[in-house]
């Protein structure tokens, strides 16, 4: 079974804005590992990821044991942090041959968890699949300019294909 892994720029583009529940449109289980809680501080993004972890949906318990070690080394890093551990437990997914996927706005996060074989996806993507489920494309163009307004400000080509992706996923 596949494993939806949020990082924190997921997080904290949809829980500033009360979303968090966007992610429940992968129909998949979501893990918020709490190394990656941790480092959502900002409010209101930490107190509605408080709200969002304590639903069933979710868990903070990997069901896998995070290979920190050779994340590490992949990622050249000295000490264990949230990339560390969501880039672990990619590895250790694909270790034990298991599908996992990675939501992330962190360019380096979704390189390195690409190239191990994870499904990666961003915020834009968290949108575009939940008008595939069963948000309006008017909610989600709705949502995206509410995340621009509220500091996580997006370029402008992002802006339009973010727009252009969700109109198409609402036409299928």
Do not use: C, W
């Not at 804005?17 to 966007?22: A, C, D, I, N, S």
């Not at 590490?72 to 270790?95: K, P, Q, Y």
């Amino acid at each position: 079974m596949t494993h939806l892994y949020v990082d924190a720029t997921t997080l904290i583009a949809l829980g500033t804005v009360g979303e968090l529940e966007q992610l429940t449109a992968f129909e998949t289980p979501i893990v918020v590992l709490p190394a990656i809680q941790a480092e959502v501080t900002t409010q209101p993004a930490a107190t509605n990821l408080e709200a969002f972890v304590d639903d069933d949906l979710v868990t903070t318990s990997p069901p896998i044991t995070p290979d920190d070690d050779r994340a590490m080394d992949v990622l050249g890093e000295s000490t264990i942090h949230g990339d560390v551990r969501l880039v672990g437990a990619v590895l250790a997914h694909a270790g034990a041959d298991d599908p996992v996927a990675v939501a992330s706005d962190d360019r380096r996060v979704r390189t390195v968890a690409d190239g191990l074989g994870a499904q990666v996806t961003g915020t834009v993507g968290v949108l575009v699949r939940a008008v595939k489920e069963d948000l309006s494309p008017e909610d989600a163009r709705r949502i995206v300019r509410t995340i621009d307004h509220n500091g996580l400000h997006m370029t402008a080509e992002l802006r339009a294909k973010a727009l252009e992706l969700i109109d198409e996923a609402g036409s299928q």
